[in-house]
């Protein structure tokens, strides 16, 4: 039973490992994910609004009639936070198991003389 619960840890720490690490290489690779051109009251698209959305930041102008303003966009907090979440799941998955894997319960202990084993 040990060693199901370790083999399930090791598969959800590599799972969620793979997750991270590729959320950070996309994060890092990607400026847009998102692009937009809102639509006005009249459904007339304007020349100078628009919204591009990436995964760590994002910027957005819109005129509202008095011309365009501009507003930068930030997600990075968030996003840290999910990031380091995802990367102490497996630090906190094998210190649970940690202490099971170290001590085994059903294992027998034989010894073993200075003999070479020939397979």
Do not use: C
């Not at 039973?1 to 996309?26: D, E």
């Not at 009639?65 to 990031?83: D, V």
């Not at 102490?88 to 202990?109: A, C, G, W």
Request: charged residues 15%.
């Amino acid at each position: 039973m040990a060693t199901y619960w370790r083999r399930l840890s090791i598969f959800f720490s590599l799972v969620l490992f793979t997750a991270a690490v590729a959320l950070v290489i996309v994060a890092l690779l990607t400026e847009y994910w998102l692009e937009s051109r809102p639509l006005d009251a009249k459904n007339a698209v304007n020349r100078y609004n628009y919204i591009h959305s990436g995964l760590f930041k994002g910027s957005r102008q819109l005129d509202w009639g008095l011309g365009p303003r501009y507003k930068a966009l930030s997600f990075s907090f968030y996003l840290m936070i999910a990031t380091m979440v995802l990367l102490l799941i497996p630090n906190v998955l094998m210190f649970v198991t940690e202490k099971s894997i170290r001590n085994p319960k059903n294992d027998k202990h034989l010894s073993v003389d200075n003999t070479a084993f020939l397979y």
